[in-house]
Protein backbone atom coordinates (compact mmCIF):
# COMPACT_ATOMS: atom_id res chain seq x y z
CA UNK A 1 0.00 0.00 0.00
CA UNK A 2 2.78 2.85 0.82
CA UNK A 3 4.60 1.38 -2.44
CA UNK A 4 1.13 2.56 -4.30
CA UNK A 5 0.94 5.48 -2.24
CA UNK A 6 3.92 6.85 -3.61
CA UNK A 7 3.70 5.91 -6.97
CA UNK A 8 0.30 8.10 -6.97
CA UNK A 9 2.02 10.99 -5.13
CA UNK A 10 4.58 10.91 -8.04
CA UNK A 11 1.92 11.62 -10.31
CA UNK A 12 0.27 14.51 -8.61
CA UNK A 13 3.03 15.88 -8.08
CA UNK A 14 4.12 15.48 -12.10
CA UNK A 15 0.50 17.21 -12.42
CA UNK A 16 0.97 20.20 -10.09
CA UNK A 17 -2.02 19.02 -7.50
CA UNK A 18 0.55 20.18 -4.11
CA UNK A 19 -0.24 22.61 -1.53
CA UNK A 20 1.39 25.86 -1.26
CA UNK A 21 4.15 26.24 1.35
CA UNK A 22 6.64 29.34 3.04
CA UNK A 23 10.39 29.39 2.76
CA UNK A 24 12.15 26.97 5.38
CA UNK A 25 14.98 24.31 3.90
CA UNK A 26 16.49 25.60 0.88
CA UNK A 27 17.24 23.53 -2.36
CA UNK A 28 20.34 25.42 -3.62
CA UNK A 29 22.54 24.29 -6.79
CA UNK A 30 26.11 24.66 -8.07
CA UNK A 31 27.65 24.03 -11.15
CA UNK A 32 31.03 23.41 -12.08
CA UNK A 33 33.37 25.43 -14.59
CA UNK A 34 32.54 24.99 -19.10
CA UNK A 35 33.82 26.13 -21.96
CA UNK A 36 31.58 26.21 -25.05
CA UNK A 37 31.31 23.13 -26.45
CA UNK A 38 32.10 21.45 -23.02
CA UNK A 39 29.78 19.32 -20.93
CA UNK A 40 28.78 21.21 -17.24
CA UNK A 41 27.31 19.21 -14.23
CA UNK A 42 24.85 21.23 -12.25
CA UNK A 43 23.44 19.98 -8.75
CA UNK A 44 21.01 20.44 -6.91
CA UNK A 45 20.87 19.66 -2.91
CA UNK A 46 18.21 20.21 -0.24
CA UNK A 47 19.71 21.81 3.04
CA UNK A 48 18.33 22.65 6.24
CA UNK A 49 15.91 19.45 5.72
CA UNK A 50 12.85 19.03 8.29
CA UNK A 51 12.10 15.79 6.98
CA UNK A 52 10.94 15.41 3.21
CA UNK A 53 8.88 11.80 1.66
CA UNK A 54 7.78 13.68 -1.49
CA UNK A 55 9.14 16.32 -4.01
CA UNK A 56 8.86 17.93 -7.42
CA UNK A 57 10.80 20.49 -9.12
CA UNK A 58 10.72 22.05 -12.62
CA UNK A 59 13.78 23.29 -14.17
CA UNK A 60 14.30 25.86 -16.96
CA UNK A 61 17.26 26.69 -18.33
CA UNK A 62 18.04 28.28 -22.32
CA UNK A 63 17.81 25.70 -24.73
CA UNK A 64 19.91 27.70 -27.21
CA UNK A 65 22.60 27.75 -24.67
CA UNK A 66 22.64 24.05 -22.69
CA UNK A 67 21.47 21.09 -23.63
CA UNK A 68 21.03 18.31 -21.03
CA UNK A 69 22.44 15.22 -21.50
CA UNK A 70 20.30 11.95 -21.68
CA UNK A 71 22.84 9.95 -18.63
CA UNK A 72 22.72 12.98 -17.12
CA UNK A 73 19.95 12.50 -14.34
CA UNK A 74 21.18 10.83 -11.04
CA UNK A 75 20.37 10.85 -7.25
CA UNK A 76 22.80 10.57 -4.61
CA UNK A 77 22.48 7.97 -1.83
CA UNK A 78 20.21 10.29 0.56
CA UNK A 79 17.18 9.98 -1.85
CA UNK A 80 17.83 6.40 -3.49
CA UNK A 81 15.04 4.68 -1.17
CA UNK A 82 12.22 6.27 -3.39
CA UNK A 83 10.86 6.36 -6.56
CA UNK A 84 11.71 9.22 -9.22
CA UNK A 85 9.61 10.20 -12.44
CA UNK A 86 10.88 12.95 -14.87
CA UNK A 87 8.75 14.62 -17.62
CA UNK A 88 9.91 17.32 -20.21
CA UNK A 89 6.62 19.66 -20.82
CA UNK A 90 9.44 21.12 -23.29
CA UNK A 91 12.54 21.83 -25.05
CA UNK A 92 14.66 23.59 -21.83
CA UNK A 93 12.12 22.14 -19.21
CA UNK A 94 12.70 19.10 -17.09
CA UNK A 95 9.97 17.97 -14.25
CA UNK A 96 11.07 15.72 -11.48
CA UNK A 97 9.54 14.15 -9.21
CA UNK A 98 10.52 11.75 -6.24
CA UNK A 99 8.39 9.75 -3.40
CA UNK A 100 10.27 7.55 -0.76
CA UNK A 101 8.76 5.04 1.43
CA UNK A 102 9.36 7.44 4.87
CA UNK A 103 10.32 11.00 5.69
CA UNK A 104 13.84 11.71 4.81
CA UNK A 105 15.13 13.88 7.71
CA UNK A 106 19.07 14.16 6.63
CA UNK A 107 20.53 17.35 3.73
CA UNK A 108 21.59 15.68 0.76
CA UNK A 109 21.66 15.80 -3.10
CA UNK A 110 18.63 16.10 -5.02
CA UNK A 111 19.36 15.43 -8.53
CA UNK A 112 22.79 15.65 -10.67
CA UNK A 113 22.62 16.57 -14.12
CA UNK A 114 24.42 17.00 -16.52
CA UNK A 115 24.42 19.34 -19.52
CA UNK A 116 26.47 20.24 -22.89
CA UNK A 117 27.07 23.74 -23.36
CA UNK A 118 26.33 25.30 -26.76
CA UNK A 119 29.70 26.03 -29.10
CA UNK A 120 28.48 29.89 -29.21
CA UNK A 121 27.97 30.13 -25.44
CA UNK A 122 28.83 33.78 -24.36
CA UNK A 123 30.40 34.14 -20.66
CA UNK A 124 27.93 33.11 -17.86
CA UNK A 125 25.02 33.44 -20.06
CA UNK A 126 23.88 29.00 -18.62
CA UNK A 127 21.14 29.83 -15.96
CA UNK A 128 18.79 26.93 -14.68
CA UNK A 129 15.79 28.39 -13.23
CA UNK A 130 14.67 26.00 -10.45
CA UNK A 131 11.30 25.78 -9.08
CA UNK A 132 9.51 23.69 -6.27
CA UNK A 133 6.28 22.47 -6.94
CA UNK A 134 5.50 20.39 -3.78
CA UNK A 135 7.89 19.06 -1.01
CA UNK A 136 5.77 16.97 1.60
CA UNK A 137 5.99 14.59 4.18
CA UNK A 138 4.83 11.00 4.58
CA UNK A 139 1.53 11.87 5.83
CA UNK A 140 1.27 14.78 2.56
CA UNK A 141 1.59 17.74 4.64
CA UNK A 142 3.44 20.74 3.08
CA UNK A 143 7.16 20.80 3.91
CA UNK A 144 8.48 24.40 4.13
CA UNK A 145 11.49 25.19 1.18
CA UNK A 146 12.61 27.79 -0.77
CA UNK A 147 14.21 27.68 -4.32
CA UNK A 148 17.47 29.47 -6.18
CA UNK A 149 18.47 29.54 -9.58
CA UNK A 150 21.95 28.59 -10.80
CA UNK A 151 24.35 30.22 -13.03
CA UNK A 152 26.61 28.32 -15.02
CA UNK A 153 29.76 29.17 -14.61
CA UNK A 154 31.00 29.61 -18.60
CA UNK A 155 34.57 29.94 -19.43
CA UNK A 156 35.55 32.02 -22.54
CA UNK A 157 38.62 30.23 -24.48
CA UNK A 158 40.53 33.85 -24.53
CA UNK A 159 41.56 33.72 -21.01
CA UNK A 160 38.72 35.89 -19.73
CA UNK A 161 39.65 38.48 -17.30
CA UNK A 162 43.51 37.42 -16.86
CA UNK A 163 45.36 39.77 -15.03
CA UNK A 164 46.33 42.57 -17.42
CA UNK A 165 50.54 43.78 -17.55
CA UNK A 166 50.93 47.44 -15.51
CA UNK A 167 52.11 49.49 -17.11
CA UNK A 168 52.35 53.11 -16.12
CA UNK A 169 48.62 54.59 -15.54
CA UNK A 170 47.22 56.72 -19.05
CA UNK A 171 45.10 59.49 -18.06
CA UNK A 172 41.67 59.81 -19.57
CA UNK A 173 41.40 63.05 -21.42
CA UNK A 174 41.95 63.26 -24.31
CA UNK A 175 39.12 63.68 -27.50
CA UNK A 176 37.21 60.46 -28.51
CA UNK A 177 37.49 59.00 -31.48
CA UNK A 178 34.75 56.39 -33.20
CA UNK A 179 37.22 53.17 -33.62
CA UNK A 180 40.22 51.99 -31.43
CA UNK A 181 43.24 50.82 -33.55
CA UNK A 182 43.96 48.87 -30.51
CA UNK A 183 41.28 46.44 -29.60
CA UNK A 184 40.82 42.80 -31.18
CA UNK A 185 37.47 41.82 -32.53
CA UNK A 186 38.09 38.47 -30.98
CA UNK A 187 38.82 39.87 -27.97
CA UNK A 188 36.62 39.58 -24.58
CA UNK A 189 36.77 43.04 -24.07
CA UNK A 190 35.49 44.25 -27.81
CA UNK A 191 32.05 44.99 -27.40
CA UNK A 192 32.52 46.57 -23.86
CA UNK A 193 34.76 49.16 -25.49
CA UNK A 194 32.99 50.05 -27.94
CA UNK A 195 29.64 50.29 -26.41
CA UNK A 196 31.61 52.44 -23.61
CA UNK A 197 32.87 54.73 -26.04
CA UNK A 198 29.44 55.03 -28.02
CA UNK A 199 28.12 56.11 -23.96
CA UNK A 200 31.33 58.64 -23.35
CA UNK A 201 31.67 56.42 -20.77
CA UNK A 202 35.56 56.72 -22.02
CA UNK A 203 37.16 58.80 -24.40
CA UNK A 204 40.45 56.61 -25.02
CA UNK A 205 43.94 57.56 -23.74
CA UNK A 206 45.37 58.98 -27.29
CA UNK A 207 43.25 59.64 -30.51
CA UNK A 208 42.61 55.71 -31.67
CA UNK A 209 43.69 54.18 -28.58
CA UNK A 210 42.07 52.72 -25.88
CA UNK A 211 44.95 51.30 -23.75
CA UNK A 212 42.63 47.82 -22.72
CA UNK A 213 45.49 46.15 -20.86
CA UNK A 214 46.86 49.30 -19.08
CA UNK A 215 45.60 49.26 -15.20
CA UNK A 216 42.73 51.74 -14.56
CA UNK A 217 43.51 54.57 -11.59
CA UNK A 218 40.55 54.49 -8.97
CA UNK A 219 39.59 57.87 -10.59
CA UNK A 220 39.36 56.07 -13.99
CA UNK A 221 36.73 53.64 -12.67
CA UNK A 222 34.75 56.28 -10.49
CA UNK A 223 34.23 58.71 -13.57
CA UNK A 224 33.31 55.80 -15.68
CA UNK A 225 30.96 54.61 -13.35
CA UNK A 226 29.59 58.42 -12.87
CA UNK A 227 29.35 58.33 -16.60
CA UNK A 228 27.57 55.36 -17.01
CA UNK A 229 25.08 56.63 -14.69
CA UNK A 230 24.35 59.68 -17.10
CA UNK A 231 27.06 62.27 -15.42
CA UNK A 232 24.69 63.14 -12.25
CA UNK A 233 25.32 66.64 -10.78
CA UNK A 234 26.99 66.28 -6.98
CA UNK A 235 24.37 67.84 -4.35
CA UNK A 236 27.65 69.17 -1.99
CA UNK A 237 30.32 71.31 -2.86
CA UNK A 238 32.42 69.70 -0.08
CA UNK A 239 35.29 68.00 -0.55
CA UNK A 240 36.33 65.47 1.86
CA UNK A 241 39.86 64.60 0.35
CA UNK A 242 43.06 66.51 0.26
CA UNK A 243 44.15 64.73 -3.02
CA UNK A 244 41.22 65.63 -4.99
CA UNK A 245 41.69 68.97 -6.93
CA UNK A 246 38.95 71.06 -8.21
CA UNK A 247 39.70 71.10 -11.63
CA UNK A 248 40.46 67.40 -12.01
CA UNK A 249 38.75 65.80 -14.65
CA UNK A 250 36.90 63.51 -11.79
CA UNK A 251 36.14 65.81 -9.51
CA UNK A 252 32.28 65.77 -9.59
CA UNK A 253 32.13 61.71 -9.97
CA UNK A 254 34.41 61.33 -7.09
CA UNK A 255 31.78 63.43 -4.74
CA UNK A 256 29.03 62.34 -6.46
CA UNK A 257 30.60 58.58 -4.98
CA UNK A 258 31.18 60.02 -1.71
CA UNK A 259 27.60 61.45 -1.46
CA UNK A 260 26.18 57.74 -3.26
CA UNK A 261 27.90 55.64 -0.51
CA UNK A 262 30.09 54.18 -3.12
CA UNK A 263 33.66 55.42 -1.79
CA UNK A 264 34.70 55.92 1.68
CA UNK A 265 38.42 57.29 0.55
CA UNK A 266 41.36 55.38 2.14
CA UNK A 267 43.07 55.31 4.89
CA UNK A 268 41.71 58.03 7.34
CA UNK A 269 39.25 59.16 4.98
CA UNK A 270 41.01 62.38 4.11
CA UNK A 271 42.01 60.85 1.30
CA UNK A 272 41.04 58.97 -2.27
CA UNK A 273 44.65 58.15 -4.05
CA UNK A 274 43.22 59.23 -7.39
CA UNK A 275 46.08 57.50 -9.46
CA UNK A 276 46.44 55.00 -7.72
CA UNK A 277 45.59 51.34 -10.00
CA UNK A 278 41.60 50.23 -8.86
CA UNK A 279 42.26 46.37 -7.76
CA UNK A 280 39.32 44.07 -9.07
CA UNK A 281 38.03 43.71 -5.62
CA UNK A 282 37.66 47.67 -5.58
CA UNK A 283 35.83 47.89 -8.71
CA UNK A 284 32.94 45.37 -7.88
CA UNK A 285 32.54 47.10 -4.26
CA UNK A 286 31.62 50.38 -6.29
CA UNK A 287 29.54 48.70 -8.32
CA UNK A 288 27.64 47.06 -5.83
CA UNK A 289 27.61 50.14 -3.42
CA UNK A 290 25.99 51.61 -6.31
CA UNK A 291 23.02 49.48 -6.64
CA UNK A 292 23.23 49.49 -2.86
CA UNK A 293 22.07 53.06 -3.14
CA UNK A 294 19.12 52.49 -5.64
CA UNK A 295 17.89 49.91 -3.25
CA UNK A 296 18.89 47.25 -4.69
CA UNK A 297 21.37 44.14 -3.79
CA UNK A 298 21.23 41.10 -0.91
CA UNK A 299 18.19 41.87 1.21
CA UNK A 300 18.66 40.26 4.91
CA UNK A 301 20.08 36.82 4.88
CA UNK A 302 20.86 35.06 1.24
CA UNK A 303 22.33 32.35 0.43
CA UNK A 304 24.44 31.95 -2.72
CA UNK A 305 27.24 29.35 -4.11
CA UNK A 306 30.31 30.89 -5.30
CA UNK A 307 33.77 29.06 -6.48
CA UNK A 308 36.24 31.99 -5.38
CA UNK A 309 38.41 30.35 -2.69
CA UNK A 310 40.34 34.38 -2.24
CA UNK A 311 37.67 36.45 -0.99
CA UNK A 312 38.49 39.34 1.43
CA UNK A 313 35.81 39.81 3.97
CA UNK A 314 34.87 43.44 3.59
CA UNK A 315 34.12 42.55 -0.21
CA UNK A 316 32.39 39.19 0.47
CA UNK A 317 28.94 40.19 -0.69
CA UNK A 318 29.97 42.80 -3.33
CA UNK A 319 31.69 39.76 -5.18
CA UNK A 320 28.91 37.59 -4.65
CA UNK A 321 26.48 39.74 -5.68
CA UNK A 322 28.38 40.31 -9.19
CA UNK A 323 29.63 36.78 -9.25
CA UNK A 324 25.46 35.86 -9.24
CA UNK A 325 24.56 38.77 -11.59
CA UNK A 326 27.29 37.75 -14.17
CA UNK A 327 29.52 40.82 -14.04
CA UNK A 328 32.52 38.80 -12.85
CA UNK A 329 33.11 35.45 -13.88
CA UNK A 330 36.83 35.57 -11.90
CA UNK A 331 40.25 34.44 -13.20
CA UNK A 332 40.14 30.81 -12.63
CA UNK A 333 37.60 28.06 -11.36
CA UNK A 334 38.12 28.75 -7.37
CA UNK A 335 40.08 32.28 -7.99
CA UNK A 336 38.96 35.99 -8.03
CA UNK A 337 42.50 37.70 -7.55
CA UNK A 338 40.87 40.71 -5.42
CA UNK A 339 43.65 42.54 -4.93
CA UNK A 340 44.95 42.20 -8.56
CA UNK A 341 45.53 45.62 -10.43
CA UNK A 342 42.06 45.79 -12.69
CA UNK A 343 43.03 46.29 -16.04
CA UNK A 344 40.54 49.16 -18.41
CA UNK A 345 39.35 46.22 -20.33
CA UNK A 346 38.15 44.54 -17.60
CA UNK A 347 36.78 47.79 -15.96
CA UNK A 348 34.65 48.61 -19.03
CA UNK A 349 33.70 44.78 -19.30
CA UNK A 350 32.18 45.11 -15.64
CA UNK A 351 30.85 48.16 -16.35
CA UNK A 352 29.07 46.72 -20.15
CA UNK A 353 27.54 43.17 -17.85
CA UNK A 354 26.23 45.41 -15.38
CA UNK A 355 24.40 48.57 -17.37
CA UNK A 356 23.71 46.93 -20.69
CA UNK A 357 23.27 43.23 -20.05
CA UNK A 358 22.62 42.60 -16.70
CA UNK A 359 19.19 43.77 -14.80
CA UNK A 360 20.30 46.00 -12.02
CA UNK A 361 18.50 45.29 -8.64
Do not use: H
Request: one cysteine or more; a negative charge.
Amino acid sequence: MKRLTSVLLILLLLAGAVPAFAADAVISGQAGNASPGETVTVTLDLTGNPGVAAWSLTLEWDADVLRLEEQGLALSDTFSNGFLASNSDAEGQLRLAWAGLSDVTGDGTLVTLTFRVAEDAEANSGIVKVSAGGVSNENGQAVAVSTEQVRVPIRQTDGGEARPAEPETPKEDTPMTPMFTDLSAEAYYYKAALWAAEQGITTGTAPGVFSPDAPCSRAQAVTFLWRAEGCPEPAAAENPFTDVSADAYYYKAVLWAVERGITKGTGDGSTFRPEEPCTRAQIVTFLYRNVQAEGGGFQGAWMFYIPFRDLPDWAFESIAWCYMKGITTGTGETTFSPDAVCSRGQIVTFLYRAFAETEIG
